[in-house]
Nanobody, 125 residues
């Protein structure tokens, strides 16, 4: 079981910044990857970014490239999403997720089995 808790959401104006955090309630040693997803109002949940825990390889949705940065701090068992240049279309509930499998090769497509409850991000124009 992997317990995940997001924080850092809020309301900002367009062009502003926010940093989301995702605390992982277990040792992250060996965990394969984590990711951020979001669900805009009335839409399906969509991928935002991912990071492999061991090597820190990252992947981003085209819509956030150059504006969002995903990172992790293994010592703190925490993942982050730094969001800059926020746009109204970034408004969504943001979720973190984990693929806790161990021993995977880099490049393996993550399978996210554990999810947090989400944190609301609202961007006004």
């Amino acid at each position: 079981q992997v317990y995940l808790a997001e924080s850092g959401g809020g309301s900002v104006q367009a062009g502003g910044s926010l940093r989301l955090s995702c605390a992982v309630g277990r040792r992250t040693l060996g965990l394969y990857a984590m990711g951020w997803f979001r669900q805009p109002p009335g839409k399906e949940r969509e991928f935002v970014a991912s990071i492999t825990w061991s090597r820190g390889n990252t992947d981003y949705a085209d819509s956030v490239k150059g504006r969002f940065t995903i990172s992790r701090d293994a010592a703190k068992n925490t993942m982050y999403l730094q969001m800059s240049g926020l746009k109204p279309e970034d408004t969504a509930v943001y979720y973190c997720a984990s693929d806790p499998r161990t021993g995977l090769e880099e490049g393996t497509i993550p399978v996210y089995d554990y999810w947090g409850r989400g944190t609301q991000v609202t961007v006004s124009s």
